[in-house]
């Protein structure tokens, strides 16, 4: 808070005053970038580990696709009933606040605007975790050679990391390049653990 005088009056006037109107805080953003990003790439890399893990020892289309419908259903679930829990969590608290620092009871109403939405951000997450998965269903329904099938997977969900990547580093201003890379190796370490491991299981065979 600065103090100004003016006309031998002292007036306080807010830091958030003295910053330009154009000013925008782009660390606001992190919210609904955590929720549609990562559930986006969580949805991508998840579902393309669980269908190349499969892969790994089944040949089958069917069995391939239905994991990843599977993966799909599960993952979006989980990530709206975790989103849903932690936004709610956070607006009680929030709203627990008002009520000690301004101790009104239409303290929810006035403030309503300002106060994170718990439904809002479930749905946002399950629906940025379907999207995500989509890329690698869609890329191994119409493909029945097993071979062609996996090359075809394995390159449309490394297109789809590169642009996860570099969307999340553009809305939030930061270097493309390097989370661009980092989105692409952290996916692709994924699929080559899950596929290495379950090929290892598969061949050594379960009694």
Same mark, same amino acid.
């Given at each position: 808070?600065?103090?100004?005088?003016?006309?031998?009056?002292?007036?306080?006037q %807010? %830091?958030?005053?003295?910053?330009?109107?154009?000013?925008?805080?782009? +660390?606001?953003?992190?919210?609904?970038?955590? =929720? =549609? /990003?990562?559930?986006? &790439?969580?949805?991508?890399?998840?579902?393309? +580990?669980?269908?190349? !893990? /499969?892969?790994?020892?089944?040949?089958?289309?069917?069995?391939?696709?239905? %994991?990843?419908? @599977? !993966?799909?259903?599960?993952?979006?679930?989980?990530?709206?009933?975790?989103?849903?829990? +932690?936004?709610?969590?956070?607006?009680?608290?929030?709203? @627990?606040?008002?009520?000690?620092?301004? &101790?009104?009871?239409?303290?929810?109403? /006035?403030?309503?605007?300002?106060?994170? &939405?718990?439904?809002? @951000?479930?749905?946002?997450?399950?629906?940025?975790?379907?999207?995500? =998965?989509?890329?690698?269903?869609? =890329?191994?329904?119409?493909?029945?050679?097993?071979?062609?099938?996996?090359?075809?997977?394995?390159?449309?969900?490394t297109?789809?990391?590169?642009?996860?990547?570099?969307? !999340?580093?553009?809305? !939030?201003r930061?270097?493309?390049?390097?989370?661009?890379?980092?989105?692409?190796?952290g996916?692709?370490?994924?699929?080559?653990i %899950?596929?290495?491991?379950?090929?290892?299981?598969? @061949?050594?065979?379960?009694?």
């Open positions: 808070m600065a103090t100004i005088p003016v006309n031998g009056m002292v007036h306080h %807010t %830091t958030l005053e003295l910053e330009p109107k154009d000013f925008f805080d782009y +660390s606001k953003r992190s919210q609904w970038l955590r =929720a =549609a /990003v990562l559930g986006a &790439n969580d949805g991508l890399v998840s579902t393309a +580990s669980l269908m190349m !893990g /499969v892969g790994a020892v089944k040949q089958d289309i069917k069995a391939m696709i239905l %994991t990843g419908f @599977a !993966g799909l259903v599960a993952g979006a679930c989980s990530m709206a009933i975790g989103e849903f829990v +932690s936004v709610y969590s956070q607006l009680d608290i929030e709203v @627990a606040q008002m009520k000690r620092d301004f &101790n009104r009871r239409d303290v929810e109403e /006035v403030e309503a605007d300002g106060l994170p &939405n718990p439904w809002q @951000a479930a749905a946002a997450s399950a629906l940025a975790f379907s999207l995500g =998965a989509m890329v690698p269903l869609l =890329a191994a329904s119409f493909i029945k050679p097993y071979r062609v099938r996996i090359m075809v997977v394995a390159a449309a969900v297109v789809a990391l590169a642009v996860f990547g570099w969307l !999340g580093a553009a809305l !939030g930061a270097p493309a390049v390097k989370s661009t890379i980092r989105v692409v190796v996916g692709w370490l994924a699929m080559a %899950t596929y290495g491991l379950t090929r290892l299981i598969g @061949a050594k065979g379960l009694h």
